[in-house]
C-alpha cells in the first residue's frame, strides 16, 4: 500500500503527534502558529494559520495528504479538493476525540502500533490522576479563562481536563460549545458570584497577567484572589486539542489543584 509521504499539517497538534510517532519525515508543511516541538519551526515551511492557508504554496509542496481541523478550515479544505488534493478533516474537541485522533493518525501513516501504543499511555496517566482525585473529599471550583475582553471561558477539552485534575469547572455548561462566542460570559461579576477557589488563565497567544485580575471590579473577594491561587498555563501546553493538552497541559493543571488540595487537608 502506498501511505502518505508528503503530508501538510495545518494545526499543531497533527505535527506534533507524527513527530512522537516518528514520523517526522513524511510532513512536508505546517502551520504557522506550530511551536511544538520546537524542531519543527526550523524543519518545516509554514504554510497556514488557522483560518488561511497559502495555497500556491501547499501546492507547490506536492502533498499527497492534507490534515485540517474542524469547520473552521472547511473553505481551505476546499479549496485544496477542488484542486485535486486529498484532505482529510479531524475534528477532536474532547479527550476522547484527542485519543482517537492519535490513533487515526497511526493507521493513515502505517504506524498503527504505534499509535495505538502512545495513546495507551496518556490513558493511562489520566485514569492515575483522576483515582487519586476522585479520593478527594474537597475540591476546588476552579474558573479557567481562555480570553479577556470579552472574558471567554474554558472549551470542552479543557474543562475535561480540570475536572480529571480534581477540579470543580464553574463554566462546565459552556464548555460544550465549540465556538468562543457562546463561551463569553457577559456579567463579569457572574464569575465573582461562582465563587472560585482557583484562577487559570490561558489567552491564546498572549501573556496572562495574574496580579491584575484582582484589580477587576468586584472582584477582590473571590476565594481565589484572596488566597493567591491565580496562576497562568500558556496556551500552546492546553489550547491545541492534541499531546500537549493530556501531558504538560494536564501536569500543570494537577500540580495547582493538588497543591490547593494540600493546603485544604493539611498534609
Given at each position: 500500500m502506498n501511505w502518505p509521504q508528503r503530508i501538510i499539517c495545518?494545526?499543531?497538534?497533527?505535527?506534533?503527534?507524527?513527530?512522537?510517532?516518528?514520523?517526522?519525515?513524511?510532513?512536508?508543511?505546517?502551520?504557522?502558529?506550530?511551536?511544538?516541538?520546537?524542531?519543527?519551526?526550523?524543519?518545516?515551511?509554514?504554510?497556514?494559520?488557522?483560518?488561511?492557508?497559502?495555497?500556491?504554496?501547499?501546492?507547490?509542496?506536492?502533498?499527497?495528504?492534507?490534515?485540517?481541523?474542524?469547520?473552521?478550515?472547511?473553505?481551505?479544505?476546499?479549496?485544496?479538493?477542488?484542486?485535486?488534493?486529498?484532505?482529510?478533516?479531524?475534528?477532536?474537541?474532547?479527550v476522547n476525540g484527542i485519543l482517537r485522533m492519535i490513533r487515526?493518525?497511526?493507521?493513515?501513516?502505517?504506524?498503527?502500533?504505534?499509535?495505538?501504543?502512545?495513546?495507551?499511555?496518556?490513558?493511562?496517566?489520566?485514569?492515575?490522576?483522576?483515582?487519586?482525585?476522585?479520593?478527594?473529599n474537597v475540591k476546588p471550583v476552579v474558573y479557567?479563562?481562555?480570553?479577556?475582553?470579552?472574558?471567554?471561558?474554558?472549551?470542552?477539552?479543557?474543562?475535561?481536563?480540570?475536572?480529571?485534575?480534581?477540579?470543580?469547572?464553574?463554566?462546565?455548561?459552556?464548555?460544550?460549545?465549540?465556538?468562543?462566542?457562546d463561551r463569553i460570559v457577559a456579567d463579569p461579576l457572574e464569575v465573582v458570584a461562582k465563587s472560585p477557589d482557583i484562577i487559570i488563565g490561558s489567552w491564546c497567544g498572549k501573556k496572562f497577567h495574574p496580579e491584575k485580575v484582582g484589580l477587576r471590579q468586584g472582584w477582590a473577594e473571590v476565594p481565589a484572589i484572596k488566597t493567591g491561587d491565580v496562576y497562568e498555563i500558556k496556551s500552546a501546553y492546553i489550547l491545541q486539542p492534541g499531546p500537549a493538552a493530556l501531558t504538560d497541559g494536564l501536569d500543570q493543571l494537577f500540580d495547582i489543584t493538588s497543591s490547593w488540595y494540600e493546603r485544604q487537608a493539611g498534609l
Open positions: 495545518m494545526t499543531e497538534e497533527t505535527v506534533e503527534t507524527l513527530y512522537l510517532l516518528g514520523e517526522q519525515e513524511r510532513i512536508a508543511g505546517i502551520s504557522g502558529f506550530t511551536v511544538r516541538p520546537p524542531e519543527a519551526r526550523k524543519e518545516k515551511p509554514k504554510v497556514s494559520a488557522f483560518t488561511s492557508a497559502k495555497i500556491p504554496k501547499i501546492l507547490d509542496l506536492k502533498p499527497d495528504l492534507v490534515l485540517g481541523f474542524s469547520d473552521l478550515q472547511a473553505d481551505i479544505a476546499a479549496q485544496l479538493i477542488r484542486e485535486g488534493i486529498e484532505v482529510y478533516v479531524l475534528n477532536h474537541r474532547d487515526s493518525l497511526g493507521r493513515l501513516v502505517d504506524a498503527k502500533e504505534k499509535a495505538h501504543a502512545l495513546a495507551n499511555k496518556y490513558e493511562q496517566r489520566i485514569a492515575e490522576i483522576k483515582a487519586i482525585t476522585d479520593t478527594w479557567f479563562e481562555e480570553w479577556y475582553e470579552p472574558i471567554i471561558s474554558g472549551i470542552g477539552w479543557v474543562s475535561e481536563l480540570v475536572e480529571i485534575a480534581g477540579g470543580i469547572d464553574c463554566y462546565a455548561e459552556n464548555a460544550k460549545h465549540q465556538g468562543g462566542k
